[in-house]
T-cell receptor
Framework: AQRVTQPEKLLSVFKGAPVELKCNYS??????LFWYVQYSRQRLQLLLR??SRESIKGFTADLNKGETSFHLKKPFAQEEDSAMYYC????????????FGKGTKLTVNP | GAVVSQHPSRVICKSGTSVKIECRSL??????MFWYRQFPKQSLMLMAT?????????EQGVEKDKFLINHASLTLSTLTVTSAHPEDSSFYIC????????????FGPGTRLTVL
């Protein structure tokens, strides 16, 4: 069974501080991992996916198959980064169903 | 990116009535659409996957006779909550994917259903 775990419900940092949102997964096959972000009163949107290896809005995430993790990192948090972040897994690319973690609410304080 | 709309954005209905929620892909053809349910302060739970012209595939525990899904065209899928009860009150979100590169899922803004 596919499972995504985000251990932190809430994460609060100060502006300019590094931030790491944790995500661990369990899946027997070769997964595709995603990070989605939901800003206040907005729809869910894709932040990044591991296959593209992009850096979006300063965020990066590396898939660690040994630790089955896909932590999201940003070296210097900004206030506009405050949002709900969801880690998600797909068995076969984004066109297949996504299994979401419970989400982490990030608050960046001034 | 591609745009997905949902209608209505908010609906209040009486217990026992049926409610239809529409999900449209505005600028692309959606070969697959997904319906999720999100309870307050909780994550999204996939309810069903629908492909244009075929029956929806429901997740375990989701009653297909209660949550009717129709994907009649490449731009429209509908979710009908039949004989709604207060426990069906929730936030329903659809997403769509097409033939774009990387098969990204694009999410709608969601529909808030309140059953009195």
């Amino acid at each position: 069974a596919q499972r995504v775990t985000q251990p932190e419900k809430l994460l609060s940092v100060f502006k300019g501080a590094p931030v790491e949102l944790k995500c661990n997964y369990s899946y027997s096959g070769s997964p595709e991992l995603f990070w989605y972000v939901q800003y206040s009163r907005q729809r869910l949107q894709l932040l990044l996916r591991h296959i593209s290896r992009e850096s979006i809005k300063g965020f990066t995430a590396d898939l660690n198959k040994g630790e089955t993790s896909f932590h999201l990192k940003k070296p210097f948090a900004q206030e506009e980064d405050s949002a709900m972040y969801y880690c998600a897994l797909s068995a076969q690319g984004g066109s297949e169903k996504l299994v979401f973690g419970k989400g982490t609410k990030l608050t960046v304080n001034p | 990116g591609a745009v997905v709309s949902q209608h209505p954005s908010r609906v209040i209905c009486k217990s026992g009535t049926s409610v239809k929620i529409e999900c449209r892909s505005l600028d692309f053809q959606a070969t697959t659409m997904f319906w999720y349910r999100q309870f307050p302060k909780q994550s999204l739970m996939l309810m069903a996957t629908s492909n244009e012209g075929s029956k929806a595939t429901y997740e375990q525990g989701v009653e297909k006779d209660k949550f009717l899904i129709n994907h009649a065209s490449l731009t429209l899928s509908t979710l009908t909550v039949t004989s709604a009860h207060p426990e069906d009150s929730s936030f329903y979100i659809c997403s769509a994917t097409g033939d774009s590169s990387y098969n990204e899922q694009f999410f709608g803004p969601g529909t808030r259903l309140t059953v009195l």
